[in-house]
C-alpha cells in the first residue's frame, strides 16, 4: 500500500521554445485528465516559463523550474532568483542537477545555499544526488550519497524540509539508455531515506518523496513504482513528447 503520494516530474533542459513549450501543454492536458491521485510537475527551460505557466493555470500540472540562484536580487549576471520563479507560477525548482555539477562547477556548498533560498521562497526544492559510472565502479555510491546528503542539507533544519524531494540520478543512467536495476534503484533509495531519518529524524524520511532519475520511459516506469523506497520520477528525454511522458504519468 502505498503511503507517499507518487510525483511524475519532466525536466525538459534546454529543449522547447515558449511556443513549442505550450503546444506541449495543449497536447498533453488531454491526455493526464482524471489523473487524480499523483502530482504531476513540468520544468521548461527559463524563457518559456511565465507562458507554460499561463497554460498550466487553473490544472492540476504544477511548474518548476531547472535552477535559481539564492540571491533576492543583485548584480549576477545570467542568474534567475527565486521570486522571479514564483512570480511565474512556480511550485517547484530542481537543485544540483548532474549535469549543473558536470558542466556548471555546481558544488554541494551551492546546491545547500540554493536549497535554502528555495525554501525560504515557498518552493518545493528538488535536489538531486547521484554518483558517476566510474564512482559506482569503484564501489563509493554510497559514500557519494552521503557526502552529497550531508553537505546539501547540512544547514538545514527538519521543520523547513517538509515539503522536500531528493531525486536519485545514477549520472551513468542519464541520457544513455541505460537504467539502474530495480535492485540498485530500491538499495540507492533506501540508503538516501536511512541518511535523512539520521539527519533529520523518521518523520521527515517516512513522508520525504525520493525520486527515480535515469533513462526513466513507458516501458520501465511500472517496475520502478512498485518499488518500495521509489515515489516517483524525474523523467528527461521521455518527457518532451506529449505521449511518452502522459504514459509514464498514467503508471499502473
Not at 527565486?82 to 558542466?103: D, F, K, N
Not at 513522508?207 to 535515469?214: C, I, S
Amino acid at each position: 500500500m502505498r503511503t507517499r503520494r507518487p510525483l511524475i516530474a519532466g525536466n525538459w533542459k534546454m529543449y522547447k521554445t515558449a511556443a513549442e513549450a505550450v503546444e506541449f501543454v495543449r497536447q498533453f492536458l488531454p491526455r493526464v485528465d482524471g489523473v487524480g491521485d499523483r502530482d504531476i510537475m513540468i520544468a521548461p527551460a527559463f524563457p518559456a516559463l511565465e507562458a507554460v505557466g499561463g497554460a498550466l493555470k487553473g490544472t492540476a500540472v504544477a511548474l518548476g523550474a531547472q535552477d535559481l540562484f539564492w540571491e533576492a536580487e543583485g548584480a549576477y549576471t545570467g542568474q534567475v532568483a527565486p521570486r522571479m520563479l514564483t512570480a511565474c507560477g512556480c511550485r517547484y525548482v530542481i537543485i544540483g542537477h548532474s549535469e549543473r555539477r558536470q558542466y556548471f562547477g555546481e558544488t554541494d556548498e551551492g546546491v545547500c545555499r540554493k536549497l535554502q533560498a528555495a525554501v525560504k521562497a515557498g518552493l518545493v526544492p528538488v535536489m538531486c544526488v547521484g554518483e558517476t559510472e566510474q564512482e559506482r565502479e569503484a564501489g563509493q555510491t554510497f559514500s557519494i550519497l552521503d557526502k552529497q546528503l550531508q553537505n546539501g542539507l547540512k544547514d538545514s533544519i527538519a521543520d523547513q524540509l517538509a515539503s522536500l524531494v531528493v531525486a536519485y540520478e545514477p549520472v551513468w543512467a542519464i541520457g544513455t539508455g541505460k537504467t539502474a536495476t530495480a535492485a540498485q534503484a530500491q538499495e540507492a533509495h533506501r540508503f538516501i531515506r536511512s541518511k535523512v531519518a539520521q539527519m533529520f529524524g523518521s518523520a521527515l524520511s517516512g513522508a520525504m518523496r525520493v525520486l527515480y532519475g535515469g533513462s526513466v520511459k513507458p516501458e520501465n516506469i511500472s517496475e520502478l513504482m512498485a518499488l518500495g523506497d521509489i515515489d516517483g520520477a524525474l523523467v528527461g528525454g521521455a518527457s518532451l513528447k506529449p505521449d511518452s511522458f502522459a504514459n509514464i504519468v498514467k503508471f499502473d
